[in-house]
């Protein structure tokens, strides 16, 4: 079973640039959910998707960050103007709602942003 | 009311001893506890889960022991090996009007020394 992909795995930008992340969940998984990352401290949730649907997005900075999940399946997160505090890895994760690990996040291995 | 506090922030481990992660929480809605093991370079994957009508629960070298009343809930792994040398994050989850996105601690860098 193919895991969760993302892309780019690295991106440096000045600030005040834009950047997009993609997410390519498992097949299958209804639930999609993007975490920040900073260095140092545990994974934070921007938004959770279930289809193409907004679960939360209370914690997505929306001045910011804009993020979507068109035909329910892959996903992307933009962020424009960017700020050096967003300087992170972006972790996107995906999760099936029924079965034997109904609930159970598996994640990608991150996209890294350096802002300068 | 969302947080989850995971200490220490770093240990350091002989082969073949035990580590033991504490966290602790606020929200008593929180129903699920997952324990996530994350390598450099990689996302975090999940290492053992627990729920709240249970004390405690094993699989292999890691348990994970529940203490509902002074909401804390611990790791530990036996027979610490180098392989083992990661970043342990424990979780919490609210099973509310189906969010089941995790509220993450901050992380233990563990080391095992050989």
């Known amino acids: 079973e193919a895991g969760v992909a993302q892309s780019p795995r690295y991106k440096i930008i000045e600030k005040r640039q834009s950047v997009a992340f993609w997410c390519n969940p498992i097949s299958g998984h209804a639930t999609l959910y993007w975490y920040q990352q900073i260095l140092g401290q545990g994974p934070k949730l921007l938004i959770q998707?279930?289809?193409?649907?907004?679960?939360?997005d209370s914690q997505l900075p929306k001045d910011r960050f804009s993020a979507e999940r068109l035909k329910g399946v892959d996903s992307t997160l933009k962020i424009q103007p960017a700020k050096l505090e967003d300087s992170a890895v972006y972790l996107c994760?995906?999760?099936?709602?029924?079965?034997?690990?109904?609930?159970?996040?598996?994640f990608g291995e991150g996209s890294r942003l350096t802002v300068l | 009311q969302q947080q989850v506090k995971q200490s220490p922030q770093s240990l350091i481990v002989q082969k073949g001893g035990i580590s033991i992660i504490n966290c602790a929480y606020e929200?008593?809605?929180?129903?699920?506890f997952p324990w996530y093991q994350q390598f450099p370079g990689k996302g975090p994957a999940l290492l053992i889960a627990?729920?709240?009508?249970?004390s405690e629960k094993k699989e292999g070298r890691f348990t994970i022991s529940f203490n509902k009343s002074a909401k804390q809930f611990s790791l530990h792994i036996m027979d610490s090996q180098p392989g083992d040398s990661a970043t342990y994050f424990c979780a919490a989850r609210i099973m509310d009007t189906g969010r089941r996105a995790l509220t993450f601690g901050s992380g233990t860098r563990l080391q095992v020394q050989p």
């Open positions: 998707f279930q289809n193409n649907g907004v679960v939360d």
């Open positions: 994760a995906s999760s099936p709602l029924k079965g034997p690990r109904g609930g159970e996040l598996f």
């Open positions: 929200n008593t809605a929180f129903d699920y």
């Open positions: 627990i729920r709240p009508d249970v």
